[in-house]
């Protein structure tokens, strides 16, 4: 069966470095990964989306990579700021599974001024 | 728009008790989903719904049943209540019409614990 892990369950840096994420895969190639952020106490809510066949996607001070070889996205976040922490999830689309997605159990990032 | 919403938002069960969570979503999504998430555990699918009337297991389905009573709503249901289902509960919701890539939509979580 599918397997996706996030590297991390807690990561602490500094204010304005940037923040790398990992989520790794194993198995079957998903049609896309996307990204999520949750706030305690809230449900998680989509940041980015990035299919097999792109390499790289931005939005803002957000970047995801996608390397299909590796099976492994990275999820960085350039110019951290405190309002930034938050736990991330990543989440698998294998596509035509019903619009299933598979979650990681989430990097919770702690950004200190 | 109100998205997702459920209720309630926290419950407290003793073990046997039934009840049943409520999930509606305002935004005419064909596809509905349960979670529950556990610490360290991430987000797992119980149930889902690709379409009014249709319903099917996920990856820990065992101990709950589910009604998609129209295409609106999505309940779940915990027909006898044990301690291991003590967990935060989430309903999504999808588009899924075949535009595009769809992204999950999810509600703020009913907090349930079991006695």
């Known amino acids: 069966s599918q397997k996706i892990e996030q590297n991390s369950e807690a990561l602490n840096i500094q204010e304005g470095k940037t923040a790398t994420l990992t989520c790794n895969y194993t198995n079957y190639s998903p049609a896309y990964l996307q990204w999520y952020r949750q706030d305690p106490g809230r449900g998680p809510v989509f940041l980015l989306l990035i299919r097999e066949n792109e390499k790289e996607k931005r939005k803002e001070r957000l970047k995801v990579t996608f390397d299909t070889t590796l099976k492994q996205s990275l999820f960085h976040i350039t110019a951290s700021q405190p309002a930034d922490s938050a736990t991330y999830l990543c989440?698998?689309?294998?596509?035509?599974?019903?619009?299933?997605?598979?979650f990681g159990q989430g990097t919770e990032l702690s950004v200190k001024p | 728009n109100a998205g997702v919403t459920q209720t309630p938002k926290f419950q407290v069960l003793k073990t046997g008790q039934s009840m049943t969570l409520q999930c509606a979503q305002d935004m005419n999504h064909n596809s509905m989903y349960w979670y529950r998430q556990d610490p360290g555990m991430g987000l797992r699918l119980i149930y889902y719904?690709?379409?009014?009337?249709?319903?099917d297991k996920g990856e820990v389905p065992n101990g709950y049943n589910v009604s998609r009573l129209n295409k609106r709503e999505f309940s779940l249901r915990l027909e006898s209540a044990a301690p291991s289902q003590t967990s935060v509960y989430f309903c999504a919701s999808i588009s899924q019409d075949g535009v595009g890539t769809d992204t999950q939509y999810f509600g703020p979580g009913t907090r349930l614990t079991v006695l």
């Open positions: 989440a698998l689309d294998m596509l035509n599974q019903g619009g299933k997605l598979i």
């Open positions: 719904s690709a379409s009014e009337g249709t319903t």
